[in-house]
């Protein structure tokens, strides 16, 4: 019998107040972050052909109330090793799926 698939789904509202649906591909932890990759989730077909396919990468942050923050990767050399990390973690998880 096949596994069923059951995305996890994150809703992320932005600095205008705005909400955006991403399934969560995958999230990696290093010694001093958190870190998430997301696909944007489409509810109109037009959008999602409009989509560019590009898999985005935010930082997990916390304040000191506990409350969780995605936030952009500011540093360009972090964020080229963590995309490095999330290209080869995904690549691996997308070829098994193939065989």
């Known amino acids: 019998m096949a596994e069923e698939y059951n995305p996890d789904i994150v809703s992320v509202i932005d600095e205008d107040g ?13 010694d001093s972050s958190r870190y998430v990759a997301l ?8 959008d999602i ?3 560019d396919g590009e898999i ?8 000191k109330d506990g409350e969780t ?5 500011e540093n360009a050399k972090e964020f080229e ?4 990390i ?14």
Request: aromatic share 10%.
């Open 18 to 30: 705005v909400e955006h649906i991403f399934e969560e591909l995958d999230r990696i932890e290093t």
């Open 39 to 46: 696909l944007p989730v489409y509810d109109e077909a037009e």
């Open 49 to 51: 052909l409009d989509d």
């Open 56 to 63: 985005i990468i935010l930082k997990v942050e916390e304040d």
């Open 69 to 73: 923050y995605l936030c952009p990767i």
């Open 81 to 84: 090793e963590i995309q490095k």
């Open 86 to 99: 999330f290209e080869e973690r995904l690549s691996d998880l997308f070829e098994d799926a193939d065989e």
